[in-house]
């Protein structure tokens, strides 16, 4: 496997602007979904574009906005593999009520097939994807890691500027800032963070640079 194997493209729709993420190992023509919300279609438009072979849904959690585009998937895709953090199961499962929290709708979600379990790396042609266990944003979440492509898929964890709220049911502020400062702001800060809202950022940038982050501006760390 060669970085220039492994390729990542975005599509960005809904309600809340999120960001799903068509992953690919073009050398091995295989390709996964991260978190496809509203902007699935076109995710599966690139998917066929290049003639990948689809193998897998993976969610970094389970709000709502990150799943909503999985009946489309399914629709095509009817037996692709759904992968998720047991501890986020119960907000999968309330899915439809997320939805109506916020005055949306989604159709009813197929369930999950199989468990992401930290520490076991997410294998995708010839290359691996950490999996590594972030809580406090959502009960569940988890980041994926390719330390040899330099890029992390980071969820709601962290942001361009910013952290994940906490304020939704399961959240929980202490739970999140560990989780930045251990399995975050320990990759190498040139490692790029592809987040679930917003412009993609660096480690580098948010050590120095995050208000939520910088002791200077009240933050918990550098």
């Known amino acids: 496997m060669t970085e220039s194997s492994l390729a990542v493209s975005v599509a960005t729709g809904g309600a809340f602007a999120e960001n799903g993420y ?12 991260v978190d496809p ?5 076109e995710l599966l438009e690139a998917l066929d574009a290049r003639g990948d072979r689809l193998e897998a849904i993976v969610l970094t959690h389970a709000h709502v906005d990150h799943v909503e585009g999985i009946p489309a998937v399914r629709a095509r895709h009817p037996d692709v593999p759904i ?7 119960p907000l999968y499962e309330r899915a439809e009520a997320q939805a109506a929290a916020f005055g949306l709708q989604v159709d009813s979600l197929p369930r999950p097939t199989h468990r992401l379990e930290p520490g076991v790396p997410f294998a995708l042609g010839g290359f691996d994807l950490d999996v590594r266990f972030t809580p406090g944003h959502a009960p569940g979440h988890v980041i994926l ?22 304020d939704l049911p399961g959240g929980h502020l202490p739970s999140l800032m560990t989780s930045i400062r251990e399995q975050v702001l320990t990759l190498p800060d040139d490692m790029r963070l592809l987040p679930g809202h ?3 950022t660096t480690v580098g ?18």
């Not at 890691?145 to 910013?162: N, P």
């Open 37 to 41: 919300g509203a902007g699935a279609p």
């Open 145 to 166: 890691v390719s330390e040899a492509a330099g890029f992390a898929l980071v969820g709601d964890v962290v942001f361009l500027a910013s952290i994940g709220r906490t």
């Open 22 to 33: 068509l992953v690919r190992d073009s050398g091995a023509g295989v390709a996964i979904l």
């Open 205 to 222: 940038h948010e050590r120095r640079h995050n208000p939520f982050l910088v002791p200077q501006y009240r933050g918990h760390f550098a």
């Open 198 to 200: 917003g412009p993609e």
């Open 83 to 89: 992968h998720l953090h047991e501890a986020d199961l």
